[in-house]
């Protein structure tokens, strides 16, 4: 079975501009987390999604954003960005609903750089 | 709260065992992970641990609860180079996200 993937892998933005990731979850699993990672604040957590809806949002400003089609892929969205957006972005994908047995299974991350 | 806190740092020899400590906050917590990372990658899942239970083995890996302490432990056994990675234990909070240490950064030198 194909692990979670995510593209594009890398990507160079400037101040200003918004960008679009996407996260496709293993075949299966209807739920999306997403996190980020920073040498400076480690691995925070951003939103979760299920069936399309957006259940849980971490401490992120509205800058950030992002959705979940009916196939359960994701996107996640910055906008405006700033040179502290520049971080690896994983994304999570788990079987159920959420909750402490449904094991999260991470994809390789897109790393955001801007300048 | 949401800081699990774990070393930094790991210099291990090849062959040798690592032991990896972890302090996680939420006493509630019901599942606890480990997960590796190498350079450039994204998080594997190594192991996890229910909370009812004190200690859990996989192959060269063991985890070690004490839930009265909130402290967590892995140990690889016969550590090899392959095993030189950023590890992180992680909690669950509020029963959909995962809350996680800073990571320890394990070395294997021959």
């Known amino acids: 079975k194909a692990g979670v993937t995510q593209t594009p892998r890398y990507l160079i933005k400037t101040r200003g501009q918004q960008v679009t990731l996407s996260c496709s979850p293993i075949s299966g699993h209807r739920s999306v987390s997403w996190y980020q990672q920073t040498p400076g604040q480690g691995l925070q957590f951003l939103f979760e999604?299920?069936?399309?809806?957006?259940?849980n949002k971490g401490n992120f400003p509205g800058r950030f954003s992002g959705r979940q089609f009916s196939n359960s892929r994701s996107e996640m969205n910055v906008s405006t960005l700033e040179l502290g957006d520049s971080a690896l972005y994983l994304c999570?994908?788990?079987?159920?609903?959420?909750?402490?047995?449904?094991?999260?299974?991470f994809g390789p991350g897109t790393r955001l750089t801007v300048l | 709260g949401e800081d699990v806190e774990q070393s930094l740092f790991l210099s291990v020899r090849e062959g040798d065992s690592s032991v990896i400590n972890c302090t996680y906050t939420?006493?509630?917590?019901?599942?606890l992970y480990w997960y590796k990372q190498e350079p450039g990658a994204g998080l594997q899942l190594l192991t996890y641990?229910?909370?009812?239970?004190d200690m859990k083995q996989d192959q060269r890996l063991t985890v070690l609860l004490n839930k009265k302490d909130k402290h967590l432990s892995l140990r690889i056994a016969d550590t090899q180079t392959g095993d030189s990675a950023i590890y992180f234990c992680a909690e669950t909070v509020d029963d959909y996200k995962l809350s996680f240490g800073a990571g320890t950064t394990v070395t294997v030198r021959a």
């Open positions: 999570a994908s788990s079987r159920l609903a959420g909750g402490p047995g449904d094991t999260q299974y």
């Open positions: 939420d006493s509630s917590s019901t599942y």
């Open positions: 641990i229910f909370s009812n239970m």
């Open positions: 999604y299920f069936s399309e809806t957006q259940r």
